[in-house]
């Protein structure tokens, strides 16, 4: 069964840094573009970044353009997302998932999330 | 960037009863339209992609449509377990975005 397990969630004050992790399992994860995802607290789904299988290619949303960078290590079937400079409106549960294709596509499937909270 | 407008905001329906959603892009996405289905406390699930194609298994009460800017999802009889909040998403342009969700409610 395909699998997505995010870890590296927490509190971490205003201006400080947070590294995310996704390991995947269960499918040749070179081969799927990856995403994040995030969720405030009783709000809507908001697109964070994009990396292609290869890890290439990278998208960002503007809002966190500059401050997070997306990554994965293809050997270790891990995605990352290296959060700097947080605010607390980068307050949301984050998502990783599995794009249907190697350089894009719908989000097939879906970790179960990790909390990070922003504040002081 | 593209807005994607969903409506209603909430839908109060009856098991049995046909559920339509609407999502309006700001501009023609094509048919690169997604729809996905949250439950309370769970990840989002995949339900249609690029406009009209289901997911792997889901049920067939679940269809979509429509192409540019105009698009719709139909649940043809409800299920006790479809009541959830409804997301579309636009993969057509950077940045992705997605809708303000539909909440489908049980009457």
């Known amino acids: 069964e395909v699998q997505l397990l995010e870890s590296g969630g927490g509190l971490v004050q205003p201006g400080g840094s947070l590294r995310l992790s996704c390991a995947a399992s269960?499918?040749?994860?070179?081969?799927?573009?990856m995403a994040w995802v995030r969720q405030a607290p009783g709000k809507g789904l908001e697109w964070v970044s994009d990396?292609?299988?290869?890890?290439?290619?990278?998208y960002y949303a503007d809002s966190v353009k500059g401050r997070f960078t997306i990554s994965r290590d293809n050997s270790k079937n891990t995605l990352y997302l290296q959060m700097n400079s947080l605010r607390a409106e980068d307050t949301a549960l984050y998502y990783c998932a599995k794009k249907r294709g190697a350089t894009g596509g719908a989000l097939e499937i879906w970790g179960q999330g990790t909390m990070v909270t922003v504040s002081s | 960037e593209i807005v994607l407008t969903q409506s209603p905001a909430t839908l109060s329906l009856s098991p049995g009863e046909r559920a339509t959603l609407s999502c309006r892009a700001s501009q023609s996405v094509t048919n690169y339209l997604v729809w996905y289905q949250q439950k309370p406390g769970q990840a989002p699930r995949l339900l249609i992609y690029?406009?009209?194609n289901r997911a792997t298994d889901i049920p067939a009460r679940f269809s979509g449509s429509g192409s540019g800017t105009d698009f719709t999802l139909t649940i043809s009889s409800l299920e006790p377990e479809d009541f959830a909040v409804y997301y579309c998403?636009?993969?057509?342009?950077?940045?992705?975005?997605f809708g303000q969700g539909t909440r489908l409610e049980i009457k």
């Open positions: 690029d406009a009209s």
């Open positions: 990396i292609s299988g290869s890890g290439t290619n990278t």
């Open positions: 998403q636009q993969r057509w342009n950077w940045p992705v975005t």
């Open positions: 269960a499918f040749t994860f070179s081969d799927y573009a």
